[in-house]
């Protein structure tokens, strides 16, 4: 759960700030498929890569946690 809503966020922060998921894996230093497999939450980044995550879209690393909970 928590890996798929982290890859959501980053997937929303991504097209907030008009990246392409190539452009995201330049500045992060990983490959496209890895965003994609990140961004479905099939797949999660390690702390490590967090920071550069965060860098890449402009934004503090606890906000690549900021998302609302979902009700069920």
């Known amino acids: 759960m928590l890996q798929r809503n ?3 966020r980053i ?5 907030a700030r008009k990246l392409t998921q190539v452009q995201l894996a330049k500045t992060v230093g990983c490959s496209v ?6 961004e479905r939450g099939v797949n999660a980044p390690t702390v490590s ?6 860098n890449a879209l ?3 690393v606890w ?3 900021a998302f609302e909970r979902r009700r069920k």
Do not use: T
Request: no cysteine; aromatic share 12%.
């Open 6 to 8: 982290l890859g959501r």
């Open 11 to 15: 997937a929303e922060l991504r097209r």
């Open 33 to 38: 498929e890895f965003i994609s497999l990140v």
């Open 49 to 54: 890569k967090l920071d550069k995550f965060a």
């Open 58 to 60: 402009e934004v503090e």
């Open 63 to 65: 906000e690549l946690f």
